[in-house]
Structure formats: structure tokens, C-alpha cells
């Protein structure tokens, strides 16, 4: 799913996550900071890094989704590649048709098919978060 997030963005950050009527996930762009920097890690250090850090002229976006059944927010550092996933694999925010979590949705909260009709499952990457979002309605998507 190509979105204003693709334009140019080369990573964001979650800025912040509400749910008041609809899911909301502000992000703000990060860019290479242009001083290198060193990090201590495991008794070693590696030299030549540069951090990811929003900038004054950083865009932000507020992703909307409206009538949402479940949503989960998971650390990066903890998600596993799921081949058996099928996904549109085109950028920031994708749209999976099928999913572990789809299934999982479906299996446990299955009555909103029913009731509000089909929904869908959209995955949003930031650089520290993973959201996964099950809506029946597509997300907007607005700079701030």
C-alpha cells in the first residue's frame, strides 16, 4: 500500500498512539544525524554509527483508523518473520490478506463479520513499533 509515507521518508518514529472512537498513530520522519557516534555494547564498542532522530524540518502524519475490531502494538525488537504471511510488502503501511493475527481475529472475535461486515488487516512499521491493525475501513492518513 503506497502511501505519503513512501514519498520520502526513510524511517519514522511513533510518535504517539490514541484510541478515543478511532485508532491514532502520529509519526514523525528521522533522519541520519550527521555526527558520528560511538556505542558500548556486550564489552565491545563500535565506532561510526549515526543515530536516527527527527529533525526541524521532520513531517509528521496522523494515521486514522476508523472502525477498528482489534489492534496490537508490538516492540520491533520482538517480531520474527512470518513466511506464511501474505502481505503487499510495498512500505511503511501494508496490507496483509492473510496472518497468524488475521486468523487469530477472526477465530476469537469472529462476530464482526457478521455484524459490520468484512475487515482487513494493515500493519504499520515504524522504527521502534510494529501496529497491527484489523478495521473494517481503510486508514487516512493526514500530515499534522
Same mark, same amino acid.
Given at each position: 500500500?503506497? $502511501?505519503?509515507?513512501? #514519498?520520502?521518508?526513510?524511517? &519514522?518514529?511513533? +510518535?504517539?498512539?490514541?484510541?478515543?472512537?478511532? *485508532?491514532?498513530?502520529?509519526?514523525?520522519?528521522?533522519?541520519?544525524?550527521?555526527?558520528?557516534?560511538?556505542? !558500548?555494547?556486550?564489552?565491545?564498542? %563500535?565506532?561510526?554509527?549515526?543515530?536516527?532522530?527527527?529533525?526541524?524540518?521532520?513531517?509528521?502524519?496522523?494515521?486514522?483508523?476508523?472502525?477498528?475490531?482489534? &489492534?496490537?502494538?508490538?516492540?520491533?525488537?520482538?517480531?520474527?518473520?512470518?513466511?506464511? +504471511?501474505?502481505? #503487499? #510488502?510495498?512500505?511503511?503501511?501494508?496490507?496483509?490478506?492473510?496472518?497468524?493475527? *488475521?486468523?487469530?481475529?477472526?477465530?476469537?472475535?469472529?462476530?464482526?463479520?457478521?455484524?459490520?461486515? !468484512?475487515?482487513?488487516?494493515?500493519? *504499520? &512499521? $515504524?522504527?521502534? +513499533?510494529? %501496529? #497491527?491493525?484489523? !478495521?473494517? +475501513?481503510?486508514?487516512?492518513?493526514?500530515?499534522?
Amino acid at each position: 500500500m503506497k $502511501t505519503a509515507l513512501d #514519498d520520502s521518508g526513510r524511517t &519514522w518514529l511513533l +510518535e504517539s498512539l490514541s484510541y478515543a472512537h478511532d *485508532l491514532r498513530a502520529t509519526v514523525v520522519e528521522l533522519f541520519t544525524d550527521a555526527s558520528p557516534t560511538s556505542l !558500548a555494547l556486550a564489552g565491545q564498542v %563500535i565506532d561510526g554509527l549515526h543515530a536516527l532522530k527527527p529533525s526541524p524540518s521532520s513531517r509528521r502524519f496522523v494515521i486514522s483508523f476508523s472502525r477498528t475490531v482489534a &489492534w496490537q502494538l508490538v516492540d520491533e525488537s520482538y517480531t520474527k518473520f512470518d513466511a506464511t +504471511e501474505e502481505r #503487499d #510488502d510495498k512500505g511503511f503501511l501494508q496490507i496483509l490478506t492473510r496472518s497468524t493475527y *488475521l486468523a487469530f481475529v477472526e477465530t476469537n472475535h469472529g462476530w464482526f463479520a457478521d455484524v459490520a461486515g !468484512a475487515a482487513r488487516h494493515y500493519r *504499520l &512499521w $515504524t522504527q521502534d +513499533e510494529v %501496529i #497491527d491493525v484489523i !478495521a473494517h +475501513e481503510p486508514p487516512v492518513i493526514a500530515p499534522c
